[in-house]
């Protein structure tokens, strides 16, 4: 069932935020300016004065103080604990900067298309290359192995990708869900401290019948990394293996989970010995 959303009071944002005063005090501006909605930031036990900014600056917002990092999913489930009455929700990273309707496109998907679970928007990077915005995400291809890629990442962003279509799934960084569909898949795995999350959420989402959307016509600035910087790559790709072999346990089943798991492992490595100077990960295991 589609609720046609009015009033602001029906969504809330929430933002998850850790040591990111600085990405706050750039990015938080626009979506209060841009977004009617209510705006939730949780902070997990920064220790770079984010909550005081947020206090003396932004009085209206709504902040939940963790005692403890909790992640990404999981700060977001504390925020649906907390405040559990909305229609909808918006998932964010804070190192987004939002435009003009960014909401109101993403909503209207909701109120036209039938047994919609979630929508993203189109994510561009923050920073130009050749004077020119280049895709992060337009959604997430998803293959049988259950890898996740951006869909026409690095791409020069075009009027041709300002579309509204089916897609496997969308990028943890903005994701809009409703409440319905909240309530049957009980928020992100807790299992999962980052990454991957978005992933196994946009699956369970679809694992109930629901599509998911790719809105291009909401358009929203990415600083792609920047709430990890600090996270070293080899760190992120095993993160990212371990919540993959949770995600396909608790869907799927172990066996799967460990088979899919083994793959990869035997995939990484002979890539990483005999073609990775030839093509990238990526290429390399979708043509397999």
Do not use: Q
């Amino acid at each position: 069932m589609n609720i046609l959303v009015t009033g602001h009071m029906n969504i809330l944002v929430t933002i998850v935020n850790y040591n990111g005063k600085k990405l706050l005090e750039k990015n938080l501006p626009s979506v209060i300016e841009h977004t009617d909605a209510d705006i939730c930031v949780v902070d997990n036990n920064s220790t770079d004065d984010s909550v005081s900014f947020l206090k003396d600056n932004y009085p209206d917002i709504k902040i939940v103080e963790s005692k403890e990092n909790l992640g990404y999913g999981n700060a977001h489930n504390l925020a649906l604990e907390i405040y559990p009455n909305y229609n909808y929700y918006i998932f964010m990273n804070n190192d987004i900067k939002v435009t003009p309707n960014w909401l109101e496109k993403m909503i209207e998907v909701f109120n036209t298309e039938n047994k919609v679970g979630a929508v993203g928007p189109k994510i561009l990077l923050s920073k130009k290359k050749d004077e020119k915005y280049v895709i992060n995400s337009a959604g997430m291809d998803i293959n049988k192995h259950l890898m996740a890629y951006d869909r026409h990442e690095g791409e020069y962003d075009s009027e041709k990708y300002n579309i509204v279509e089916k897609v496997d799934g969308i990028c943890g960084a903005v994701m809009l869900v409703s409440k319905e569909v909240i309530e049957k898949i009980k928020g992100f795995n807790p299992k999962m401290f980052l990454y991957y999350e978005d992933v196994d959420l946009s699956l369970r989402i679809r694992d109930l019948g629901y599509d998911i959307y790719y809105c291009g016509n909401s358009v929203v600035y990415h600083d792609h990394m920047a709430s990890t910087k600090d996270m070293r790559s080899f760190k992120r790709n095993r993160m990212n293996m371990i919540n993959r072999y949770v995600s396909i346990k608790r869907r799927i089943g172990s066996v799967m989970a460990l088979k899919e798991t083994i793959w990869y492992l035997c995939s990484w490595i002979t890539w990483k010995l005999f073609h990775s100077k030839k093509t990238t990960l990526k290429e390399y295991i979708n043509d397999r």
